[in-house]
């Protein structure tokens, strides 16, 4: 195909186009309080990738790459096959290249990650036979190469890193068996530049604390474990104004610094994140640059006020490069979709 005509409605990115649109694509990412280091993104130029066993082998080599020395974690993109007209690129239906599974339990009730139910039960109906049934129990990327169905594939175990969670002072903390993955790696967006889609284009950073303390495990539709946390430290929980909460999830939140730090794998904290991010305004708007921003996706989730990204307000104007959720992807990771195909 003459990629050079415009009678086919699409045109190919220069290698230097591509690398510099991935890097402002995350510099316009209104979300994202981590955009200090946008022109670090390390960009893997897979293009010529549509097929899925090509495209699940180049994850696991995304992740290798994204921990390269087992510990210091690097940004890092990998870009397959665009969409073309009438070629639609490979997909990852994967929210993240890392999740957990969440199998829905007879009696009502999830083990696992119950925000992965829907892609854990079409994993399944795919043919994944399900892992051993723990509470983190890591999924198989479901991919979807060009002119082909949805298929499974495991990722192989030297690629994915993970953190056990201990308290720096309870030594009964070990026994709630908690752990994460040390790489958040998002599959499940779309890379746009200029009006090119790159459907397949998982990127990582490394992770702030209260992600993993203040929502993954913490909130009452993930892994719900505040009470769990109360009952272990012995607190008060018969009334919200012990803040039982609040203390269970500073709680859970020092657990998990302290075990990233302990096992040496790269993590940020929301106080020294959301200065680095004023940094980072600062340097824009000396540039002449206006930085697009969501208050509510900017401000952590634990102890706003404390932190000085909560005092201000941002411009919420979005600006491509980008990187997109389409509603048939969403769909997808969810779990929602693709019967007809299965
Ligand atoms: N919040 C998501 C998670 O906990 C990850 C989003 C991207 N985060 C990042 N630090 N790059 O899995």
Redesign the pocket.
């Known amino acids: 195909m003459d990629w050079a005509s415009p009678v086919y409605g699409a045109y190919r990115h220069t290698p230097e186009e591509l690398v510099f649109g991935a890097r402002l694509a995350w510099r316009n990412a209104a979300r994202c309080i981590?955009r200090l280091y946008w022109r670090s993104l390390r960009v893997i130029d897979r293009r010529e990738v549509t097929g899925a066993d090509d495209v699940a082998a180049a994850a696991a080599e995304h992740l290798r790459e994204a921990v390269r020395d087992g510990r210091r974690i690097r940004p890092v993109i990998t870009v397959f096959a665009p969409d073309a007209p009438g070629r639609p690129g490979p997909r990852i239906w994967n929210e993240?290249l890392i999740r957990y599974a969440g199998y829905e339990r007879p009696g009502g009730g999830v083990t696992g990650d119950p925000r992965n139910v829907g892609i854990t039960a079409l994993a399944r109906r795919l043919g994944w036979p399900g892992g051993p049934g723990s509470a983190f129990d890591v999924l198989p990327l479901v991919i979807q190469g060009t002119d082909d169905k949805p298929r499974w594939f495991r990722l192989p175990p030297d690629a994915v890193l993970e953190v056990p969670i201990e308290h720096p002072e309870h030594p009964r903390w070990a026994s709630l068996g908690l752990r994460w993955h040390a790489v958040?790696a998002?599959a499940c967006m779309c890379l746009e530049i200029g009006g090119v889609c790159y459907p397949a284009a998982p990127f990582?950073?490394?992770?702030?604390g209260t992600?993993?303390g203040a929502?993954?495990l913490a909130d009452s539709d993930r892994y719900d474990l505040l009470p769990r946390v109360a009952e272990l430290l012995g607190l008060d929980t018969a009334s919200d104004r012990s803040l039982w909460k609040d203390r269970a999830l500073v709680e859970l939140n020092r657990a998990v610094l302290h075990s990233f730090d302990r096992a040496g794998v790269t993590m940020t904290d929301h106080h020294t994140e959301s200065r680095r991010f004023l940094t980072h305004l600062g340097r824009e708007e000396s540039k002449g640059r206006t930085v697009g921003a969501d208050w509510s996706w900017i401000v952590p989730p634990l102890s706003g006020s404390a932190t000085p990204v909560f005092h201000r307000t941002y411009d919420t104007v979005e600006r491509h490069p980008a990187y997109v959720h389409h509603p048939e992807a969403l769909a997808r990771t969810r779990g929602e979709s693709g019967d007809a195909l299965v």
């Open positions: 981590g993240q958040p998002i990582n950073g490394w992770y702030m992600e993993i929502r993954n």
